[in-house]
């Protein structure tokens, strides 16, 4: 499984796009100050404060 994202730091929302099938679907929608999944490492989490932007 592969995923990209496209961070806004104004807003602190992130968009999760997933590979599935040979296509992405629509993002997944996060905010960048709580932890975040990537599936595509299991049991990691992204978070960034927002004093690191």
């Known amino acids: 499984m592969r995923e990209y994202w496209i ?5 602190f929302e992130v968009f999760v796009y997933t ?3 040979d296509a992405y679907g629509l993002p997944a929608v996060a905010d960048l100050r709580s932890p975040i999944p990537v599936s595509i490492f ?3 989490s992204l978070r960034v404060r927002p004093e690191d932007l």
């Not at 961070?7 to 807003?11: A, F, Y």
Request: charged share 25%; proline share 18%.
């Open 7 to 11: 961070v806004n730091p104004e807003t």
């Open 19 to 21: 590979l599935k099938d």
């Open 42 to 44: 299991p049991g990691l």
